[in-house]
């Protein structure tokens, strides 16, 4: 680094002293080093994927020459070599994460590789969510033997897609008795991304896993859907809710908002449903909705909503208990209004009008938090979802196109004159 060749020459004049020189080179060769061990990492995992994916090729090119004991062969050896790599790697380099994780993930394509060779050879029965759920359970546990984080990336992607398959990719209606079994084997990994919470709170791998455990249950959630799937709507409300208050919380007070997944996942997907049901015809099909109160009690969707619900209460509790009520985030709330607002378009109209009241106040209660905290993206999110509420009227309603216009006009007017004064105000504060 060229700051690295000028520390010397700053010692010489002064300008440093030696100890602080000493500082700045410890900082940097320990970065670099960082640097260079994540990038073993990752070129470590590419080769060792690219190397099972070439064997598989190998294989599947003189495939119907050989063999049933040849192939039964060809089925293991893969899966040899990358048990004989992970041992080596547990025992011999055990402080190597670029040794680890390259081991692992091949080892984790070795097993899938093997269940399916194994089964091809000898005709065993079975469907492919019955494969991924056991090529899942057989790689668990390297992510605890090895501590593989790639491993656990690539478990959550496989879980995620055995869901998928299961309950979206088919003809037939959601496959409830198996759905449950994504969630058991989410409950598998729980463990693992609370010992990186704990461990390495800062590392890549665990903002990784902040995107896509969050991600992946938001995908099957709807899977829970039954007889009364209209309560999957609240479901998702509470949920949004909840990771909303996940990303406010301390842990995530001083990261980078990219990295902060739950606050925007919860944010965006909390917007994106009030914009959605501010429109009339959701509300006209929930009044048609014939909802027996002793079967709802029962239904598994209003058991996952009711536990949802509570963990978003008691987490917003703790988070707003030593608050005024000037200091709650407008989306923070939100659920429990909308929840409200629920009950009573069971019966009542008024309900359309409510939620595009709600919309409106948390569009306006986000400009002033952004007004009030200089922020400029936080300003205009909340001019955002106005404009996006506006759009969504103009579809929805009768009104001429002159008043249309009007209210467009007054929309980017707005956007000026917020944006303007933001800018002003930031330049008398410095």
């Known amino acids: 680094m060229s700051i690295l060749k000028n520390i010397a020459e700053l010692v010489r004049e002064n300008v440093i002293s030696q100890e602080t020189a000493d500082k700045i080179k410890n900082y940097y060769n320990t970065s670099e080093k960082q ?25 599947a090119h003189n495939w119907d020459d050989l063999s049933r004991v040849t192939k039964t062969i060809f089925a293991f050896i893969p899966l040899l070599i990358g048990q004989i790599m992970s041992g080596y790697s547990l025992i011999k380099k055990p402080k190597s994460a670029a040794w680890i994780e390259s081991s692992a993930a091949f080892l984790f394509f070795a097993i899938g590789l093997s269940i399916a060779l194994v089964g091809q050879i000898y005709n065993i029965p079975g469907s492919f969510n019955t494969f991924m759920v056991a090529w899942m359970l057989l790689s668990i546990p390297l992510v605890y033997i090895l501590k593989s984080q790639v491993v656990s990336v690539f478990y959550i992607v496989g879980i995620t897609y ?195 009241i709600l919309v409106f106040s948390v569009g306006l209660l986000t400009i002033k938090e952004g007004a009030k905290q200089n922020h400029l993206g936080i300003l205009n999110y909340g001019l955002l979802i106005i404009t996006a509420m506006i759009v969504s009227r103009f579809f929805d309603t009768k009104l001429s196109f002159v008043f249309r216009g009007i209210l467009f006009i007054l929309v980017g007017v707005g956007f000026f004159i917020t944006n303007y004064w933001m800018l002003k105000k930031r330049k008398v504060n410095e």
């Open 35 to 59: 640097t260079t061990n994540k990038l073993f990492v990752v070129f470590g995992v590419l080769g060792a994927t690219l190397v099972g994916l070439g064997l598989i090729l190998i294989i």
């Open 162 to 356: 055995y869901a998928v398959d299961l309950n979206y990719l088919t003809f037939s209606r959601f496959n409830k008795s198996n759905s449950i079994i994504y969630w058991l084997l989410l409950v598998l990994i729980l463990p693992n991304y609370y010992l990186l919470y704990k461990n390495k709170p800062k590392s890549n791998f665990m903002v990784l896993h902040n995107w896509l455990l969050p991600i992946s249950i938001i995908i099957t959630l709807a899977t829970l859907m039954k007889d009364h799937a209209i309560l999957i709507f609240v479901a998702y409300f509470s949920l949004y809710g909840l990771f909303y208050l996940i990303g406010s919380s301390d842990f995530f007070k001083h990261q980078k908002l990219r990295n902060n997944s739950y606050k925007i996942l919860g944010s965006l997907g909390t917007v994106i449903l009030l914009i959605a049901f501010s429109f009339n015809g959701f509300w006209k099909e929930l009044q048609k909705e014939n909802l027996i109160f002793s079967e709802v009690l029962k239904s598994p969707e209003f058991l996952v909503t009711t536990l949802i619900t509570l963990l978003g209460i008691v987490l917003l509790y703790f988070q707003v208990k030593n608050k005024s009520i000037k200091e709650i985030k407008p989306i923070a709330p939100t659920f429990l209004l909308f929840i409200l607002i629920f009950i009573i378009g069971l019966k009542f109209a008024i309900a359309v009008i409510l939620i595009n």
